[in-house]
C-alpha cells in the first residue's frame, strides 16, 4: 500500500486540480493536516478540494473565525460535513479548547486544518499531513499517510500532473 506521494504543481491549476482529486478519495471523520509557508497554496487547495466536494460557494480563509463549517452533498459519499481550520492567529493552543473546537473533531466531520502547529497537544493526530512547499516555479506537493484509515483514503488518489 502507498503511504507517500509526492508531485509537482508547476501552477495554481496544477494546485486546483490536486485539490480536486483529494476531494475523489475522503472518507467521514478524515484529518488533514496542512504543512507550508504563508501563501504556499493550503488555501487554494482547500478551496480546490471543497468546490470538488460538492460546495458551490466561496471559500474565504477562516483565519479570524478558526473555523469555517461545510455542509456539502459528495458525489460518492452524499451528505458531508467538512471544517476548514485555520489556527495562524491562535496564541496559545488552550484557545482552540476555549472556543470548543474540539468537539467539532467528532469523528465524523471531515477537518482539513492550516497551521496544525499552532494546536500542538489538543489537536487530534492526522490521518494526512500534506506539505506545500515553494519551489523557484510552482510548488511541490507532499502527502504522507499517518493512519491505516489515511493509507486507504490514499490508496483512492489518481492525480496525472500536467508535464
Ligand atoms: N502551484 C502553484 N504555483 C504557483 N502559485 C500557486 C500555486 N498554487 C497556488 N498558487 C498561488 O499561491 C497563493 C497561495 O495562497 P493561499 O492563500 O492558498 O496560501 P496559504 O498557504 O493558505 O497561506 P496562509 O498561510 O497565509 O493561509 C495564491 O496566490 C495562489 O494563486
Ligand atoms: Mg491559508
Redesign the pocket.
Known amino acids: 500500500m502507498l503511504t507517500k506521494i509526492h508531485h509537482h504543481?508547476?501552477?495554481?491549476n496544477?494546485?486546483a486540480a490536486c485539490g480536486a482529486a483529494l476531494a475523489d478519495c475522503l472518507t467521514p471523520g478524515l484529518m488533514i493536516w496542512l504543512h507550508?509557508?504563508?501563501?504556499?497554496?493550503?488555501?487554494?487547495?482547500t478551496r480546490a478540494l471543497l468546490h470538488a466536494a460538492g460546495h458551490a460557494g466561496s471559500v474565504k480563509?477562516p483565519?479570524y473565525a478558526l473555523a469555517e463549517p461545510y455542509r456539502v452533498q459528495h458525489p460518492r459519499l452524499g451528505s458531508l460535513s467538512l471544517l476548514h481550520f485555520?489556527l495562524?492567529r491562535m496564541s496559545s493552543p488552550q484557545e482552540f479548547i476555549e472556543a470548543g473546537l474540539q468537539d467539532e473533531v467528532d469523528g465524523r466531520n471531515i477537518c482539513i486544518v492550516?497551521?496544525p502547529e499552532q494546536g500542538a497537544g489538543v489537536l487530534a493526530a492526522p490521518d494526512w499531513r500534506i506539505t506545500?512547499t515553494y519551489l523557484a516555479q510552482?510548488?511541490d506537493f507532499t502527502l504522507e499517510a499517518c493512519s491505516e484509515r489515511g493509507t486507504q483514503c490514499l490508496n483512492r488518489f489518481h492525480f496525472a500532473a500536467r508535464l
Open positions: 504543481l508547476p501552477d495554481e496544477a494546485t507550508g509557508d504563508l501563501g504556499a497554496g493550503k488555501t487554494a487547495l480563509s483565519t485555520d495562524y492550516e497551521w506545500l510552482g510548488r
